[in-house]
């Protein structure tokens, strides 16, 4: 069974880019979409986008102007940017899995809580 | 982009109750592109049910699904103490795939 887990920092001043990485362990990187989502304290849950192993991306609009998303095979790593942070950027943020076919995402990380502070 | 509008927001019931949880979606979605989930405090979300109606691997029976075009609905037919929990739906249709806003079942 596949497992994820997300690294980065867990402050971030405003302005700046917060930037996650989520490790694959335990399993292959194909064929999944690899997504990130994040929740607010408090709030529910935001979808962000995904990075497909090939590499191709897909953002939410409400985000696509300051995200970036990349893939790391060799790594088994994928990777989540978000530039000019402001506190609403605050959140736990998740990295996911869905393997192709399947339609929902069924492997999940801890989850990591960002704030955004100066 | 598809909005999905979960109901009630929040309900408080009592252990052995019978729970219907709402989703619709603002489009018509394909039911094999419907999920819901299952989250405790601080915990990540945990499927419960794909394709509208299908349980995920190792989901009491107690949880069904059901629906088609807009309306879906999540069942638990006897609550135990740890279905206390919020729920989530989610689309996988056209992009972005949202989620619905949650509904919070409390213990009265």
């Known amino acids: 069974q596949v497992q994820l887990q997300e690294s980065g920092p867990r402050l971030v001043k405003p302005s700046e880019t917060l930037s996650l990485t989520c490790n694959v362990s335990?399993?292959?990187?194909?064929?999944?979409?690899w997504s990130w989502i994040r929740q607010p304290p408090g709030k529910g849950l935001e979808w962000i986008g995904y990075v497909y192993y090939s590499g191709s991306t897909n953002y939410s609009p409400s985000l696509k102007s300051r995200v970036t998303m990349a893939v790391d095979t060799a790594q088994n790593q994928f990777s989540l940017k978000v530039r000019s942070v402001t506190a609403a950027d605050t959140a736990v943020y998740y990295c996911?899995?869905?393997?192709?076919?399947?339609?929902?995402?069924?492997?999940w990380g801890k989850g990591t809580t960002v704030t955004v502070s100066s | 982009e598809t909005v999905l509008t979960q109901s009630p927001g929040s309900l408080s019931l009592s252990p052995g109750e019978r729970v219907t949880l709402s989703c619709r979606a603002s489009q018509s979605v394909d039911s094999d592109y419907l999920a819901w989930y299952q989250q405790k405090p601080g915990q990540a979300p945990r499927v419960l049910i794909y394709?509208?109606?299908t349980r995920a691997t190792g989901i009491p029976d107690r949880f069904s699904g059901s629906g088609s075009g807009t309306d879906f609905t999540l069942t638990i037919s006897r609550l135990e103490p740890e279905d206390f929990a919020v729920y989530y739906c989610?689309?996988?249709?056209?992009?972005?795939?949202?989620f619905g806003q949650g509904t919070k079942v409390e213990i009265k």
């Open positions: 394709g509208a109606s």
């Open positions: 996911a899995g869905r393997r192709r076919g399947h339609y929902y995402m069924d492997v």
């Open positions: 335990a399993g292959s990187m194909s064929p999944y979409y």
């Open positions: 989610q689309h996988f249709g056209n992009s972005p795939w949202t």
